[in-house]
């Protein structure tokens, strides 16, 4: 046999001795598909080694280009299995590159084997003979080159740029030795052998090319260096077992629970302190899943969480979790988790069992708050300050005498005072300095207070001043005691006094309406009224009632009030009628101490004390033109001076005025200003007379007879016909009162249960005494008087009788039962001649 048979046939032997190595590697290493691939490859490089050795020993056309065809088909296959070599020992995942060239490669093969000649020779021309140097010849094919074996030389430079990329991304994961290697061998191989056969295919070299020699050093290279992987894997394996031993060995004498656990979250190791505390025995832990271990109620969070884990997603390297026992007890176990390998081995979890802890943390806890409750419902205020005269800890007392921020961590006297350095005379350092306990009083300008402070040393086991408790209390009221009794005393004696007015005046205005605000009757004029009331009620609008005298228009004024948003706030009623002229601006908007003779005190005003409430303004036409103009700026603006101040008060008030006159015509007369009419007329109401509404009479009849028995002490229940009759034909010019006033009459002089109108209450023209001043009377010829004739007779003769006098108690206006401000007013509209009476004597 020739040197060069022996040569190749050598080659190939090693090439299939290493490809049967690598694949009992393989099949004792499953795991390991490279030594797979390898295998593969080699074996490919040695047959493709036998069929050139064949080939050249060939010398007929035909049998030339069967084995040359076969040798490619061969080395075709060579590479496909290489490329996937380089993919699987540089553990690539980016494969396009891989599966392009394997496509390639795959063409080229079938194109192969279509053509007569291979995909390298379009034709064979000749044999031709080659003699080696040592004298040995051989036979290689001479031919045109096939144009389509441009696919095999792509595919080549790709598998040669992806050996490029392959071994920088080896490289940049930390591995560059060994990318180092693999580069060298790859390149260094392949390019010397890749050069040779390309200058042998073009004739430049003689046959044959080095190509088999350079591919067998690199299996070489490659399988020592997979071998080498192999012997340090297994020694690593060694020592993993070993270390294995150790760990368990630890793991079963630290007083901390260990678990592992698989994939599927079923515990394969538990250590001895894990069945110690939950007292199980290993066959009722090992293999199942660790969810039966934890609270049910924490069962299902644990399972979607591990899941979480496994996926790669969301885990969590500390969690806190319960451990069931055998006994139905909960442990509370701090764990420290860890996932094995990647998500596909499962996790490992050491716990440490923190339930007495957590129970002592509670009833430190618990007690601290105790503590905390204790020292804070102290009247004196506690800081805790160490050495440096930082802040430790303060109570509630030292945060509400003290409210500038967090004091912790602050130097005391900064935070106190503003200081840059500690105060002078400091108590806290001089027990530092000592150790003794120290008192200090000092004026502190930032809280403006006087403090007494007593610093108390807290000394360590060596008797070193650590930290120091300071007791703080208040003691500026005492400082300013001596200095300010006798003012404070006089003021508190000022403001007793105008509480106790106001508060009377509140009782008396509450006391004020006369019993039940309802509205008794169903007529329409009723109903309309209380319609309007609904409508403006929920509104801060200003209400204007107008109505005639005694029609109950303090009643709808109540009303509005009591179903407002504001029923919860005051209600202050002002009579503009009864005010003095000269005091009317005092009691609206108060007064100031001196502001005038007799103004010892201040005095809030009406508009004060409605504040956020309602402000009802009864008979409001009576002010005069000078106290309106000021009436509407507050009613405008919302602000007012007192009197004998300059500063501007604002109030929040909701205004309702009451008139029985025709404002218009006062606009017109000049009496009354037309600019705070058009104020006032935002939403008017007006009652109606009771001659509008008789069908109410009834209503209003019982209701004032059950309410007058109750009060004068009588049952008079029994209402003859007749009577009810006269009552509901009659006009009653004084309208709902002049009813009540006639049915009160009537209680007291009846004798018994009947209701007997007085003897005045004619059965034919109603009453015609003085109190009953709406009398019709017969005119001269026969016919009716008109109301306002009968009005002004009976008003001339009351003030005949009384010598025309209108106000005290025996003036026209109390026998009238008229306010003297509006009998002044009918007076002036009749066109009564005063002048034939006495004078207009006032008291």
Request: charged share 25%; net charge neutral.
């Amino acid at each position: 046999m020739s040197i060069f048979a022996n040569i190749y046939i050598i080659i190939s032997s090693v090439c299939i001795a290493v490809s049967l190595l690598h694949l009992l590697i393989f099949l004792r290493r499953r795991e390991q598909r490279v030594h797979l691939i390898f295998s593969i490859m080699a074996l490919c490089a040695g047959i493709s080694t036998l069929c050139d050795l064949t080939m050249f020993a060939s010398q007929t056309t035909e049998a030339v280009a069967r084995w040359l065809k076969l040798t490619n088909n061969v080395q075709g296959l060579l590479w496909i299995s290489f490329v996937w070599f380089i993919d699987a020992y540089t553990r690539q995942r980016r494969r396009r590159l891989a599966l392009l060239v394997t496509g390639l490669y795959s063409l080229a093969i079938l194109v192969n084997m279509l053509s007569p000649y291979g995909v390298l020779l379009l034709s064979i021309d000749r044999i031709e003979t080659v003699t080696l140097f040592w004298g040995e010849q051989i036979h290689q094919p001479v031919g045109q080159a096939n144009p389509l074996r441009i696919m095999a030389d792509a595919a080549w430079l790709i598998l040669l740029a992806y050996a490029l990329i392959s071994t920088i991304r080896l490289s940049r994961q930390g591995e560059k030795r060994r990318a180092w290697f693999f580069g060298i061998s790859v390149f260094a191989c392949l390019g010397v052998g890749y050069l040779s056969g390309t200058l042998v295919d073009f004739h430049i070299l003689p046959a044959p090319s080095l190509w088999n020699v350079t591919f067998l050093a690199l299996i070489i290279l490659m399988s020592s260096a997979l071998a080498d992987e192999v012997v340090r894997a297994s020694i690593l394996s060694e020592e993993t077992v070993r270390q294995e031993q150790r760990w368990r060995c630890l793991m079963d004498t630290i007083k901390m629970v260990v678990v592992g656990l698989s994939p599927d979250g079923r515990v394969h190791y538990a250590n001895a302190h894990f069945y110690e505390i939950t007292g199980f025995a290993a066959n009722q832990v090992i293999g199942k899943s660790m969810s039966e271990f934890i609270p049910s109620a924490e069962q299902s969070e644990f399972l979607q969480r591990f899941a979480t884990a496994m996926s790669g997603e969301g885990f969590q390297p500390i969690s806190f979790r319960g451990l069931m026992t055998s006994t139905g007890e909960r442990r509370e176990i701090r764990w420290a988790n860890a996932l094995l390998d990647g998500v596909n081995s499962g996790t490992l979890s050491i716990g440490e069992d923190v339930t007495d802890i957590l129970a002592a943390e509670k009833a430190l806890a618990d007690e601290k708050a105790r503590m905390d409750v204790v020292l804070s419902s102290l009247d004196t205020g506690l800081a805790l300050i160490d050495a440096d005269l930082n802040v430790l800890w303060v109570n509630e007392m030292i945060r509400h005498a003290l409210p500038f921020g967090d004091p912790v961590g602050k130097k005391c006297y900064l935070f106190a005072e503003n200081r840059e350095t500690p105060c002078i005379d400091c108590g806290a350092l001089k027990a530092i300095a000592d150790g003794q306990t120290h008192e200090t009083i000092r004026y502190n300008d930032k809280a403006q207070r006087w403090y007494q402070i007593i610093s108390i040393p807290i000394k360590d086991e060596y008797d070193k001043v650590v930290q120091i408790l300071e007791g703080t209390t208040d003691i500026t009221l005492r400082k300013q005691t001596e200095d300010h009794r006798d003012q404070v005393m006089a003021e508190l004696e000022k403001l007793k006094v105008q509480l106790e007015e106001e508060n009377l005046y509140l009782k008396t205005e509450l006391s004020g309406s006369n019993g039940n605000t309802e509205f008794i009757g169903h007529s329409n004029a009723i109903l309309y009224i209380q319609e309007r009331i609904r409508q403006v009620a929920q509104t801060d609008a200003t209400v204007l009632i107008q109505g005639e005298t005694g029609v109950g228009k303090e009643l709808v004024a109540r009303a509005v009030y009591r179903s407002g948003n504001r029923s919860d706030k005051p209600y202050i009623r002002v009579n503009c009628a009864a005010l003095s002229p000269s005091l009317v601006e005092s009691e609206l908007f108060g007064h100031e101490v001196g502001a005038f003779t007799g103004a010892d005190r201040l005095k809030k005003g009406r508009f004060e004390l409605a504040d956020k409430g309602t402000l009802l303004l009864d008979e409001i036409s009576e002010l005069s033109i000078e106290l309106q103009a000021k009436l509407l700026r507050v009613l405008q603006e919302r602000q007012f001076e007192r009197v004998g101040s300059a500063e501007t008060r604002h109030v929040d008030v909701r205004v309702i005025a009451t008139t029985n006159r025709n404002l218009q015509e006062e606009i017109e007369q000049g009496s009354f200003r037309a600019d705070l009419y058009y104020r006032l007329q935002v939403y008017p109401i007006t009652v109606p007379p009771l001659r509008k509404r008789k069908e109410d009479i009834e209503a209003l009849v019982m209701h004032f007879l059950s309410e007058i028995n109750t009060r004068v002490g009588k049952q008079v229940n029994r209402i003859p016909h007749q009577v009810m009759a006269r009552l509901t034909e009659y006009d009653y010019p004084g309208n709902v009162r002049e009813l009540k006033n006639l049915l009160e009459n009537a209680v007291i002089t009846s004798i018994d249960d009947t209701l007997r109108l007085p003897r005045h209450f004619s059965e034919s023209s109603g009453p015609t005494c003085v109190g009953n001043p709406a009398a019709v009377h017969p005119s001269k010829n026969g016919g009716l008087e008109s109301l306002d004739e009968i009005q002004r007779e009976h008003i001339q003769k009351v003030l005949e009788h009384v010598g025309g006098r209108i106000e005290g108690p025996e003036g026209a206006a109390a026998i009238l039962d008229l306010k003297p401000s509006t009998l002044r007013h009918r007076i002036q509209k009749l066109g009564i001649n005063r002048k034939r009476n006495e004078s207009d004597t006032t008291r």
